[in-house]
């Protein structure tokens, strides 16, 4: 006896009890759903939620068009990357949090360094700590920078030519950069 061919489809209303025994019949489904007779409406109103969302596919796979496994696909709009957020001025996020680190390392390096040099003047406990605060700081400085020049070269094309020229394209202001582009230039911005 062979049998009968594998088919997908999506699923329709009438596939929901199927899909509800499948998810039970798992040793975390057992836990958490409830395949009864009747079937509770909850997992009807979840199907129809499903099945309305334009991100969310729910796919069966049938023999003898009886659903024997089920798979939900969902389309998560950041996958579909279309450019940065719309606002982002002259300085994004990221430039911004590590302007603010380098600020505070330094003068964290500044005042443990102080510490460091003149060790009598300071007791024990400060400058055990100091000697800590000013190793940890030097070690995340030192990664800082190493992932900076990571970003301002490889990571993303045309930012080194930008830091050597002192001045960046047209193209690539208005895509990393919109807010700022339409400042400087009155220009609208464009997604890409």
């Given at each position: 006896?062979?049998?009968?061919?594998?088919?997908?489809?999506?699923?329709?209303?009438?596939?929901?009890?199927?899909?509800?025994?499948?998810?039970?019949?798992?040793?975390?489904?057992?836990?958490?759903?409830?395949?009864?007779?009747?079937?509770?409406?909850?997992?009807?109103?979840?199907?129809?939620?499903?099945?309305?969302?334009?991100?969310?596919?729910?796919?069966?796979?049938?023999?003898?068009?009886?659903?024997?496994?089920?798979?939900?696909?969902?389309?998560?709009?950041?996958?579909?990357?279309?450019?940065?957020?719309?606002?982002?001025?002259?300085?994004?996020?990221?430039?911004?949090?590590?302007?603010?680190?380098?600020?505070?390392?330094?003068?964290?390096?500044?005042?443990?360094g102080i510490v460091l040099w003149f060790p009598l003047s300071f007791g024990q406990g400060l400058r055990e700590?100091?000697?800590?605060?000013?190793?940890?700081?030097?070690?995340?400085?030192?990664?800082?920078?190493?992932?900076?020049?990571?970003?301002?070269?490889?990571?993303?094309?045309?930012?080194?030519?930008?830091?050597?020229?002192?001045?960046?394209?047209?193209?690539?202001?208005?895509?990393?950069?919109?807010?700022?582009?339409?400042?400087?230039?009155?220009?609208?911005?464009?997604?890409?």
């Open positions: 006896m062979t049998d009968a061919p594998l088919s997908f489809r999506r699923a329709r209303p009438d596939d929901v009890t199927d899909i509800v025994r499948m998810l039970a019949d798992d040793p975390l489904g057992a836990q958490r759903e409830r395949h009864e007779t009747p079937l509770s409406e909850t997992y009807m109103r979840a199907f129809r939620a499903i099945d309305a969302d334009t991100n969310n596919e729910l796919i069966v796979a049938c023999r003898n068009d009886k659903a024997i496994g089920v798979l939900q696909l969902t389309f998560i709009p950041y996958l579909t990357y279309q450019g940065e957020d719309p606002e982002v001025g002259k300085y994004n996020g990221g430039q911004k949090i590590l302007f603010f680190a380098a600020s505070i390392g330094a003068l964290a390096l500044l005042l443990s700590v100091s000697w800590l605060l000013h190793d940890v700081t030097f070690i995340l400085f030192t990664a800082s920078i190493i992932g900076h020049i990571y970003l301002g070269t490889a990571s993303e094309p045309g930012t080194f030519s930008a830091m050597t020229r002192g001045a960046v394209s047209k193209r690539w202001a208005r895509f990393h950069h919109p807010r700022w582009y339409r400042e400087v230039t009155g220009e609208e911005s464009r997604r890409r």
